[in-house]
């Protein structure tokens, strides 16, 4: 490891508070920016002729329709998946890596992917100029550059969490968002390897299942968390429990239908829909299956305020592929008349991370807010737990 890179390791690993961070993504902001001849990211998107995306996924989607009418010079697409490789995605080509070895020198890659450690490595071999794009098409010098740009929120944040677990989790995401190049073949991302806890969902540190516990489960898939509910609930020696899950494929919820009967759990309802606020076009949700297949329905999406009302929810998890912001809007009165626990996953987008605790903190003051993360080494699954404060 180079010795700035083990410096700024030193640095990374030393930080106690989150207002220290900053500082050092100020700094490699500049580095970037003197190795790029650019004032900024915008800057240094408008002196290139050719631009190409790196990501052919769902990310990159996001990113190109945001750019649909900046008329940018965008050449083609890489991805590293060869099942991609001379398809075309959202109207360009996309082709292999090493065809940005081919282009001239007038060439800046925008990289449009969440997990992009080994995107930036091949580009720094490569010499080839690179800066990073979000969902919303915004642009910057690191990976999840909206962090800083919105480090009053996430001052906010942790300042209000519970714990000094979910202050250290919160700080470890962030970081491992940021500095993605700090990985290990194994540990994969040492920051967020560093803060990882179980069990998913059912932290007995944070809450634990109560006799009558009435459990709602959006983003079913398999049935794999409505069957651990059911265990947790039995260790705990309690059987008086209800629980249903809402699901939009209904592929995963045949599936999921499927096991709980074979677990003997077919008294469990699983519903099919799209869960939002109501207000928006379950298309326009891009939601995904857990096994990168698009989901196609039409029409709106299901508010939980007018399905599972009456149903009156103690707890409520919601993984749904990045809709839980407007789930979390569709379900409105159950939160305030139930006051369930809740359990959302937040690291579907850089924004989540920080806007779905704050809805919390800013308008359901009556709970008390933690975060855990349950993936160790990956940037996948931070949840945020919201407990009413009893």
């Known amino acids: ?42 800057d240094a998107l408008g002196r290139y002729s050719t631009i190409v995306v790196y990501g052919a996924g769902d990310f990159s989607r996001a990113v190109l329709e945001a750019w649909r009418e ?26 292999e890596p090493s065809a940005l070895q081919h282009t001239n020198g007038d060439v800046l890659c925008v990289v449009a992917a969440m997990e992009s450690s080994d995107i930036e490595a091949f580009l720094l071999a490569e010499k080839i100029p690179y800066i990073f794009a979000e ?8 990976p999840a550059h909206l962090l800083r740009e919105a480090s009053d929120c996430c001052e906010k944040v942790y300042t209000a969490l519970a714990d000094n677990h979910s202050r250290f989790v919160f700080l470890s995401a962030l970081i491992g968002r940021v500095f993605q190049s700090f990985k290990c073949a ?8 560093r803060c990882s806890t179980a069990p998913q969902y059912f932290p007995s540190d944070i809450f634990t299942i109560q006799d009558g516990e009435t459990y709602v489960d959006c983003g079913v898939f398999d049935g794999d968390s409505l069957a651990i509910f059911a265990m947790e609930a039995w260790r705990r020696k309690i059987h008086n429990w209800t629980a249903v ?86 379900s409105e009165r159950i939160i305030e008349s139930c006051r369930p626990k809740i359990a959302v996953c937040v690291y579907h987008s850089t924004r989540d991370l920080f806007e779905i605790p704050l809805l919390f903190i800013e308008r359901y003051p009556f709970y008390r807010i933690f975060m855990r993360h349950h993936k160790a080494g990956s940037l996948w699954e931070t949840v945020c737990y919201a407990v009413p404060d009893k």
């Open 135 to 142: 969902r919303d098409g915004s642009v910057g010098l690191t």
């Open 186 to 193: 194994m540990r994969g991302n040492l920051f967020t390897d």
């Open 70 to 95: 900046r008329n940018l010079p965008i050449a083609f697409l890489v991805d590293g998946n060869r099942q991609k490789w001379g398809a075309t995605w959202q109207g360009y080509t996309v082709r």
């Open 245 to 330: 899950g809402v699901e939009a494929d209904p592929r995963n919820a045949e599936l999921a239908r499927n096991n709980l009967r074979a677990y003997g759990l077919g008294n469990v309802e699983v519903l099919e829909g799209a869960v939002g606020s109501g207000k928006e076009s379950v298309s326009s949700m891009h939601l995904h299956n857990c096994r990168g297949q698009a989901l196609t329905a039409v029409g709106a999406s299901v508010p939980l305020d007018d399905i599972l009302l009456e149903y009156q929810p103690t707890y409520m998890k919601f993984d749904i592929e990045g809709a839980e912001m407007m789930a979390l809007q569709g």
């Open 1 to 42: 490891m180079p010795a700035k890179d083990e410096q700024l390791l030193r640095q990374l690993s030393s930080i106690e508070r989150l207002p220290e961070l900053w500082p050092i993504i100020d700094k490699e902001v500049s580095r970037r920016l003197e190795a790029l001849g650019a004032s900024s990211a915008e």
